[in-house]
């Protein structure tokens, strides 16, 4: 397994179902989010500047009626399993795009590519005479490019013809 990836899937994926989660909690009222913190600001300033208890209690009162019009903890509970299915559809969508390539055969070059073309036209096996005929490669080229792949276990030999080895 893939630590990177694994890691980044599940951070995506948590990352995906707490935003979603927050953004249930205040019913995506991302201005009513800000204005709580400017209020919240406010009363920390009335704190620190001294200001009678009374005043500050009844800022505090204020800012916890704020919230509660911004918040709505039963609607997050609610919608808990949306927002883990949210998450769950980020962190699949991120392993998907992180691995793409991981289960893929390498590419070749572009002559490998051309071979592999012809092999698969012809069932899986072919000749040097099909693949002159059939592709741009000269017959120095098809020799390299076939010995290469033969080389490296992509192709066997069984006389004069060519086959993938799957």
């Given at each position: 397994m893939n630590v990177p990836r694994a890691a980044v899937t599940l951070i995506a994926g948590l990352s995906a179902a707490l935003i979603a989660y927050s953004a249930f909690y205040v019913r995506g009222d991302t201005a009513g989010v800000m204005h709580y913190l400017r209020e919240r600001g406010d009363v920390r300033d009335l704190t620190a500047s001294g200001a009678s208890a009374a005043a500050v209690e009844a800022a505090r009162r204020n800012l916890a009626e704020l919230g509660a019009r911004i918040?709505?903890?039963?609607?997050a509970l609610r919608m808990v399993p949306v927002a883990l299915l949210i998450g769950v559809?980020?962190?699949?969508?991120?392993?998907?795009?992180?691995?793409?390539?991981?289960?893929?055969?390498?590419?070749?070059?572009?002559?490998?590519?051309?071979?592999?073309?012809?092999?698969?036209?012809?069932?899986?096996?072919?000749?040097?005479?099909?693949?002159?005929?059939?592709?741009?490669?000269?017959?120095?080229?098809?020799?390299?490019?076939?010995?290469?792949?033969?080389?490296?276990?992509?192709?066997?030999?069984?006389?004069?013809?060519?086959?993938?080895?799957?």
């Open positions: 918040a709505d903890p039963d609607f559809l980020v962190a699949w969508a991120v392993w998907r795009a992180f691995g793409s390539r991981v289960g893929s055969a390498e590419r070749g070059d572009v002559q490998e590519r051309m071979i592999l073309r012809l092999a698969y036209r012809k069932g899986g096996q072919f000749t040097l005479g099909d693949l002159s005929a059939s592709s741009p490669l000269s017959e120095e080229q098809a020799r390299a490019v076939t010995r290469r792949m033969l080389d490296a276990g992509r192709l066997t030999r069984e006389g004069d013809t060519f086959r993938l080895v799957r």
